[in-house]
């Protein structure tokens, strides 16, 4: 599996998130192998790209869902608070070859200015991962200072958590 093959799971993912009062659970049933998130040789294992976004989502976004709007036929954005309200996340993905900038005013949400922001990407979106190698495609975890604005690097999901105040 490559990099442009976690954007699609990750946009399979915000569908569910977006009719989250129809979907109660999805499952995903093969987990080693074939076409499972985990690649395997005889000695060695690690996540295929596709286990990434399931791996990331499941740790850091939230389960409250959110409406959120923005102006981009290129950007899928997903929006929830976490369970105990404390942080809103915000997972945009960004299946183009081109960065973008999103101008988000959380509105009546009051956030704290420093974030941590989780990334995936790679920059080439047939990039992939094998068992035993130093992975091509890996999440990464940054500080962030949220000035309104949230970056999407090309061919990329991010995460971004934000405190409430």
Same mark, same amino acid.
Request: charged share 20%; aromatic share 10%.
């Given at each position: 599996?490559?990099?442009?093959? =976690?954007?699609?799971?990750? %946009?399979?993912?915000?569908?569910?998130?977006r009719?989250?009062?129809?979907?109660? &659970? =999805?499952n995903?049933?093969?987990?080693?192998?074939v !076409?499972?998130?985990?690649?395997?040789?005889?000695?060695?294992?690690?996540?295929?790209?596709?286990?990434?976004?399931?791996?990331?989502? %499941?740790n850091?976004?939230?389960?409250?869902?959110?409406e959120?709007? !923005?102006?981009?036929?290129?950007?899928? !954005?997903?929006?929830?608070?976490?369970?105990?309200?404390?942080?809103?996340? *915000?997972a945009?993905?960004?299946p183009?070859? &081109?960065?973008?900038?999103?101008?988000?005013?959380?509105?009546? !949400?009051?956030?704290?200015?420093?974030?941590?922001?989780?990334? *995936?990407?790679?920059?080439?979106?047939?990039?992939?991962?094998v068992?035993?190698?130093?992975? =091509?495609?890996?999440?990464?975890e940054?500080?962030? *200072?949220?000035?309104?604005?949230?970056e999407?690097?090309? @061919?990329? *999901?991010?995460? @971004?958590?934000?405190?409430?105040?």
């Open positions: 599996y490559h990099l442009k093959d =976690a954007v699609g799971v990750a %946009r399979g993912l915000h569908e569910y998130f009719n989250s009062d129809l979907y109660f &659970m =999805a995903y049933a093969q987990t080693v192998n !076409i499972g998130c985990i690649k395997t040789t005889r000695t060695k294992s690690g996540f295929a790209t596709t286990g990434l976004p399931l791996l990331l989502y %499941r850091h976004f939230g389960s409250l869902p959110l959120f709007e !923005i102006d981009s036929t290129d950007l899928d !954005i997903s929006v929830a608070y976490t369970a105990d309200k404390k942080y809103v996340t *915000i945009i993905v960004n183009s070859s &081109m960065t973008h900038v999103v101008e988000s005013d959380p509105g009546n !949400i009051k956030v704290k200015k420093e974030g941590v922001r989780w990334s *995936i990407n790679g920059g080439d979106p047939e990039s992939f991962n068992p035993g190698e130093e992975p =091509a495609v890996s999440i990464k940054e500080p962030v *200072i949220f000035r309104n604005t949230l999407s690097p090309a @061919y990329s *999901i991010v995460l @971004y958590q934000l405190e409430v105040k």
